[in-house]
Nanobody, 119 residues
């Protein structure tokens, strides 16, 4: 069993910053890609940022230059540093990881953490 637990969401004013964390735990032999998605009310879930095992990154155009994804392989943790936040960044943010565990390689999701950008 593999679990992803996110933390770091909250309420922030426009222009502010937040740092999200997502820690993977359980029977993990290895982790390939890790990433962050978000879903705003009435909208589809969308990719925010992804980080492959070879450290290649992929960002949504809307967050390029403002968000930075990073990972600590020793801790099986991925981070999302979010700067210059805008009201349109408001959403539930979900962690995603492609994990090699006892049942093979599977895709896992966290429970989500709310980010609200408002004055």
């Amino acid at each position: 069993q593999v679990q992803l637990v996110e933390s770091g969401g909250g309420l922030v004013q426009p222009g502010g910053s937040l740092r999200l964390s997502c820690a993977a735990s359980g029977s993990i032999f290895g982790i390939n890609a890790m990433g962050w998605y978000r879903q705003a009310p009435g909208k589809q879930r969308e990719l925010v940022a992804a980080l492959a095992s070879g450290d290649s990154t992929n960002y949504a155009d809307s967050v390029k230059g403002r968000f930075t994804i990073s990972r600590d392989n020793a801790k099986n943790t991925v981070y999302l540093q979010m700067n210059s936040l805008k009201p349109e960044d408001t959403a539930v943010y979900y962690c995603n990881a492609d994990v090699w565990g006892r049942v093979g390689v599977r895709d896992y999701w966290g429970q989500g953490t709310q980010v609200t950008v408002s004055s």
